[in-house]
């Protein structure tokens, strides 16, 4: 667990907490002497003569010039005060850098982690669930900076009540270590007891929390489709289950965590009345034992809350241990580290003898095709023959498989694999449009040139709907809701055509449209990919019926199929 906690935080972080911990030795040696003053003062208020009696006293009056008893008590009591203040407001400060470290640690490690999901392998992404990926960016994230917090806290309370411990020792040691026999075996007692309950809580908050994040991310993405089987109060029950099962994990911590602070409140002052009724019973004098009962009541008032805190640190830190695990994990995933060495592509593309599949059965086996630049290509086949997979591993999003793909004469590889992609447009069946203009959408993230914008709307066709709109900061809606199919799919191309691509690919762009629509389309798609590479996934034969040549996807193979008309076997 310590190598996970170190793994978590970069160099700086790990200085920073040093430094911390140092501060908080400084805070503990002041909260000591917070305590400690009370005691002299309270003697030498009780007692003026202490002024000059005391040697410690008298060393004081005389080196400050003292005359008069009176002043000298009223001015230690003004210093007492405002070292209060200035104790106050120092441990206010620790407080903020502690909270503003731990919560540093929440963004440094949303970042990192988001950093690694984004330059992850595609296939191995394909295999996760996007839910759980938001949870560990969001909440996990959120649970490790309240883990740090905790450390820091049980951290500092541990030096506060060690050092107050050790000035009790000073002041009277008998009774410091009955009290800590009694209430040491408490503390024993709870850790045993109230962590284990705890330690058992974390797990199941994790669980929980999964299953809640799943079901809202897949009851909003198909709520059509729930909406038309009548399933709304199916899918809000079983949100109802795992959010009582998450509120019912978070309310046992929390109930758990306040049973350490409740016992050790009450035995401690119940301890602290009982020693002064059995020196009142013994015949003790009130005034020589309420200097030495004040320290302890003001001692055990900060020293039970210290103790209180170390429990719930450590507590919350066995509660959130399961986050650090998750975020350990997901920050030593293999990222996929590609290069952009130059790459041209002027002749042709050459896949030769590949084979690929996403467990050990192939998709794809003993692939060879060649693509000239320029030329129109569609493939075409089943439902699961394997016609987006060969897309996708000519356009670079699937790296491991066997066999070669050579660009000109260039191999194709992870050292160019940017480069490749920089020369590729895509257009996908279901475009993402974000709520935002429609020259946002088309740049999507890339360096924003209005010209380049108004040519690739243009070229798209989507000019004279923009002019009776807002033109190109026109809003499209969250997903495109203000947009038709065919306005949405427009946007796609300009968005694909933005960056004046050299290859286009089409994976079922258009199969959702009407077929107007989409003859409307495809026939704008041929003309802005002229002089372009154009590679079509499609079911339609009228969706190819421009194509230069068509392969079909049959038996884990490829065959051209001589006749485009008709949907002939291999």
């Given amino acids: ?53 005391n040697k410690y006293y008298h ?38 850098f502690i909270q503003r470290y731990s919560q540093g640690i929440f963004l440094s490690l949303a970042i990192k982690i988001f950093s690694n999901y984004v330059h992850i392998k595609y296939q191995d992404m394909t295999t996760r669930n996007s839910s759980d990926l938001a949870k560990k960016l969001i909440t996990e994230t959120d649970n490790a900076a309240l883990f740090f917090y905790s450390l820091l806290l049980l951290i500092s309370e541990l030096f506060v ?19 800590t026999g009694f209430l040491g075996s ?70 758990y965590n306040t049973i350490p602070r409740l016992s050790l409140e009450s035995i401690g002052f119940s301890l602290l009345i009982s020693a002064l009724i059995f020196a009142l019973m013994h015949g003790e004098s009130i005034a020589s034992i309420i200097p030495v009962v004040s320290l302890f009541a003001l001692a055990m008032y900060r020293l ?105 004469d260039e191999l194709l590889s992870e050292k160019n694999m940017l480069s490749w992609r920089e020369k590729i447009g895509y257009i996908p069946q279901s475009i993402y449009l974000f709520d935002s203009t429609v020259a946002e959408n088309v740049v999507f993230g890339r360096q924003y040139n209005e010209q380049q914008v108004k040519e ?14 807002e033109g190109i900061h026109t809003l499209v809606g969250e997903d495109g809701s203000q947009l038709s199919g065919g306005q949405k799919q427009r946007i796609a191309i300009a968005r694909a055509i933005y960056g004046d691509p050299d290859l286009l690919v089409l994976d079922e762009a258009t199969s959702a449209l009407d077929s107007r629509t989409e003859q409307k389309i495809m026939d704008n798609i041929f003309k802005v990919s002229e002089g372009k590479t154009l590679i079509i996934i499609a079911h339609r034969l009228s969706t190819i019926e421009q194509c230069d040549k068509v392969y079909k996807i049959e038996d884990r193979g490829i065959c051209l199929v001589e006749d485009k008309t008709v949907q002939s076997d291999c």
């Fill in 456 to 469: 690739a709307l243009h070229k798209a066709e989507l000019t004279s709907f923009l002019e009776q709109n």
């Fill in 186 to 255: 408490m503390v024993f007692l709870l850790v045993k007891v109230v962590s284990g309950l705890i330690r058992k809580e974390g797990p199941k908050r994790n669980h929980f929390q999964e299953i809640y994040y799943r079901t809202i991310n897949e009851t909003l993405s198909n709520l059509k489709f729930i909406k038309l089987l009548a399933g709304e109060e199916t899918a809000i029950k079983a949100l109802n289950k795992s959010g009582q099962g998450y509120v019912n994990a978070m309310v046992m911590n929390k109930t």
């Fill in 304 to 408: 039970l809350p210290s103790v209180n805190r170390i429990l719930s640190s450590y507590n919350n830190m066995l509660y959130y241990t399961k986050s650090i695990e998750l975020l350990h994990e997901d920050l030593n995933i293999a990222t996929h580290n590609l290069g952009n060495e130059p790459l041209e592509f002027t002749r042709q593309i050459n896949i030769e003898k590949m084979s690929f599949g996403y467990t050990e059965d192939p998709v794809l086996e003993n692939i060879s095709l060649s693509i000239k630049k320029g030329e129109k290509i569609a493939l075409i086949g089943e439902s699961g023959a394997g016609k987006s997979t060969l897309a996708d591993i000519i356009i670079g999003m699937y790296t491991s498989f066997s066999g070669h793909i050579h660009v000109d």
């Fill in 1 to 53: 667990m310590i190598k996970k906690i170190k793994g978590l935080l970069n160099p700086v972080q790990k200085k920073s907490m040093i430094a911390l911990v140092v501060l908080s030795i400084v805070i503990s040696g002041i909260e000591t002497v917070g305590i400690s003053a009370i005691l002299p003062f309270i003697s030498v208020a009780s007692d003026f003569s202490l002024a000059t009696d």
């Fill in 59 to 96: 060393f004081v009056y005389t080196l400050l010039g003292f005359t008069d008893t009176q002043s000298f008590v009223i001015t230690f009591g003004f210093v007492l005060v405002g070292f209060y203040i200035s104790r106050g407001f120092i441990n206010l400060c620790y407080m903020y």
């Fill in 161 to 179: 009540s060690s050092f107050i411990y050790a000035a009790l020792l000073v002041v009277n040691w008998k009774v410091t270590l009955a009290l």
